[in-house]
């Protein structure tokens, strides 16, 4: 079974600085789409950053970057510069162009942005 | 663009009852997903409807079932309501060929009494 797994239940960090939320995923697919999404206290699904896994170069988006590493299967979200706003729980997710429509989502990582 | 519509966004039923909770996805998108999100089992996939077809389901029984119009919009609807459907519902939709980004709506709140 295709499994995404995000190892940090809980994450804080200090405002201002950056910190690193973690997820591997475990697919047999060649073809295959990896996501951070972002929820808030409004339960509002939000894209954060997506990569595609043929693509070798680390996708950015502003304040926030990844690190995939295709053959350890890890594919992480590092977050500079942390603001209040950051603060949510963030969702790895697995999508396949084999299968379509479906996404398969880690537990999620809860951060903390303290001031 | 506005963005994925779900209503109703709160809603309380009593086991045995039926829903139907409806998604209007972003204009132009022709795919329409549905995630079932709880404490327990996290976000899980339901099924993806794309031009008035169902095109893949996830594992879940019978009761829980869905349909697109020729609008795009998604309707799904639970029969005989158990105390475990209480859940947060989300669609999503996706100007889909294949691999690309869905987009959430806010979801809407089903409490099972």
């Known amino acids: 079974a295709q499994t995404v797994t995000q190892s940090q239940p809980e994450m804080s960090v200090q405002e201002a600085e950056t910190v690193t939320l973690s997820c591997t995923y475990d697919t047999s697919e060649s073809d295959y789409y990896l996501f951070w999404y972002k929820q808030p206290p409004s339960r509002q699904m939000i894209l954060v950053i997506r990569q595609e896994a043929y693509k070798q170069q680390n996708a950015t988006e502003n304040r926030f970057s990844v690190n995939f590493q295709k053959a350890a299967k890890s594919f992480s979200l590092k977050i500079s510069d942390s603001q209040l706003g950051d603060a949510a729980m963030y969702f790895c997710?697995?999508?396949?162009?084999?299968?379509?429509?479906?996404?398969?989502f880690g537990q999620g990582t809860t951060l903390q942005v303290k001031p | 663009k506005a963005g994925v519509t779900q209503t109703p966004r709160y809603l309380i039923k009593t086991r045995g009852q039926q829903v139907t909770l409806s998604c209007s996805p972003i204009s132009g998108h022709r795919s329409v997903s549905w995630y079932q999100q709880t404490p327990g089992q996290g976000l899980q996939f339901l099924f993806e409807y794309f031009s008035e077809t169902q095109r893949n389901k996830g594992n879940f029984p019978g009761r829980f079932s869905g349909r697109q119009f020729s609008n795009s919009r998604s309707e799904m609807n639970v029969s005989t309501l158990e105390l475990g459907d209480s859940a947060l519902y989300l669609c999503a939709s996706s100007s889909w060929t294949s691999g690309e980004t869905q987009y959430f709506g806010p979801g809407t709140r089903l409490l099972v009494l």
């Open positions: 997710a697995e999508g396949f162009s084999s299968n379509t429509g479906k996404l398969i």
